[in-house]
């Protein structure tokens, strides 16, 4: 199929593109890396009367680090940033370079954008779930000017976030995590590829014994990523501990409610999300060595 009839705008600055939203608001779709988008488009599932297109607009690709922090623009290839992160150290970073592994594949992390998984907010997607398990900052603008958002404030629920029509998503900024950190992102899917049936991101800091600092978050268990604040809570300020955390993880996976689809019941994503997320925790904490995580 054709899209429907669109009128085509590709501004270079962002007050270009801020000045657009304004006037055309929920008439306007943005245009980044278009893996989502323009699928959609085909399909006339979207039917914008504005398609803006900001893949020329300076500054939005630039991933750099600054006072510790990972500020990763977001037209920036998934790719680019993958490519960026190939030396990093198990932490924060290595987190974020497994995540994007196993999205789609390289042809599409090579046109794929950071921004745009995160403002599509698929809830099986890897990226929404790194960001959130890190403790990301997403910056949004409008011509009104900006504000910083976490996590579970930006992910709403199904395909749906916090952007106002008039607003972009311009900037992901990942924070400097301490020494001791280590991280571990595991997925099952159908085929390598796909997206995740279920999928666990997990970073853990130990300090003296103790664990000191954490976030988890799970991808395909629940209408938009969750953050799994009572697993946290309780591996916080304790020894790591494999019937603990064992328990932890099943009192979380419980409380899901996954929605059921063709590829497995309600209770089949349970039963992932409480193995993977004990699993994660485990190696992420040194109780147990990583394993080769091929999706099943």
Same mark, same amino acid.
């Given at each position: 199929?054709?899209?429907?009839?669109?009128?085509?705008?590709?501004?270079?600055?962002?007050?270009?593109?801020?000045?657009?939203?304004?006037?055309?608001?929920?008439?306007?779709?943005?245009?980044?890396?278009?893996?989502?988008?323009?699928?959609?488009?085909?399909?006339?599932?979207?039917?914008?009367?504005?398609?803006?297109?900001?893949?020329?607009?300076?500054?939005?690709?630039?991933?750099?680090?600054?006072?510790?922090?990972?500020?990763?623009?977001?037209?920036?290839?998934?790719?680019?940033?993958?490519?960026?992160?190939?030396?990093?150290?198990?932490?924060?970073?290595?987190?974020?370079?497994?995540?994007?592994?196993?999205?789609?594949?390289?042809?599409?992390? #090579?046109?794929? &954008? +950071?921004?745009?998984? @995160?403002?599509?907010?698929?809830?099986? $997607?890897?990226?929404? /779930? !790194?960001? %959130?398990?890190?403790?990301?900052?997403?910056?949004?603008?409008?011509?009104?000017?900006?504000?910083?958002?976490?996590?579970?404030?930006?992910?709403?629920?199904?395909?749906?976030?916090?952007?106002?029509?008039?607003?972009?998503?311009?900037?992901?900024?990942?924070?400097?995590?301490?020494?001791?950190?280590?991280?571990?992102?595991?997925?099952?899917?159908?085929?390598?590829?796909?997206?995740?049936?279920?999928?666990?991101? #997990?970073?853990? &800091? +130990?300090?003296?014994? @103790?664990?000191?600092?954490?976030?988890? $978050?799970?991808?395909? /268990? !629940?209408? %938009?990523?969750?953050?799994?604040?009572?697993?946290?809570?309780?591996?916080?300020?304790?020894?790591?501990?494999?019937?603990?955390?064992?328990?932890?993880?099943?009192?979380?996976?419980?409380?899901?409610?996954?929605?059921?689809?063709?590829?497995?019941?309600?209770?089949?994503?349970?039963?992932?999300?409480?193995?993977?997320?004990?699993?994660?925790?485990?190696?992420?904490?040194?109780?147990?060595?990583?394993?080769?995580?091929?999706?099943?």
């Amino acid at each position: 199929m054709k899209p429907a009839p669109f009128n085509y705008l590709a501004p270079t600055r962002i007050e270009e593109v801020l000045d657009v939203l304004r006037e055309y608001g929920d008439e306007a779709k943005v245009l980044a890396g278009g893996q989502s988008l323009v699928p959609m488009l085909n399909f006339r599932l979207a039917r914008p009367a504005v398609l803006v297109d900001i893949n020329q607009v300076a500054d939005l690709d630039s991933i750099r680090a600054e006072d510790g922090t990972l500020r990763i623009g977001a037209t920036s290839r998934q790719r680019a940033l993958e490519r960026h992160l190939s030396r990093a150290a198990d932490g924060p970073e290595t987190l974020l370079r497994s995540a994007l592994g196993y999205i789609g594949h390289p042809q599409i992390r #090579a046109r794929g &954008t +950071v921004g745009g998984s @995160l403002a599509h907010a698929d809830p099986a $997607a890897e990226l929404p /779930a !790194a960001v %959130s398990a890190l403790g990301a900052t997403l910056v949004i603008r409008s011509a009104d000017g900006s504000r910083e958002v976490a996590p579970e404030d930006f992910f709403e629920g199904f395909f749906t976030t916090s952007i106002a029509a008039e607003e972009l998503l311009t900037e992901i900024r990942v924070p400097a995590w301490p020494e001791g950190t280590h991280s571990r992102f595991l997925e099952v899917s159908r085929r390598r590829g796909d997206f995740a049936q279920v999928a666990v991101a #997990a970073v853990v &800091t +130990v300090a003296d014994g @103790l664990v000191t600092r954490a976030g988890l $978050a799970v991808a395909g /268990a !629940a209408p %938009s990523t969750v953050q799994a604040h009572s697993v946290v809570d309780g591996l916080v300020g304790s020894e790591p501990d494999t019937d603990a955390i064992a328990q932890l993880a099943g009192n979380f996976a419980a409380d899901l409610d996954p929605p059921p689809d063709t590829h497995g019941p309600a209770e089949y994503r349970r039963h992932l999300t409480r193995h993977l997320l004990q699993r994660a925790i485990a190696e992420a904490t040194g109780l147990a060595g990583p394993r080769a995580t091929s999706a099943a």
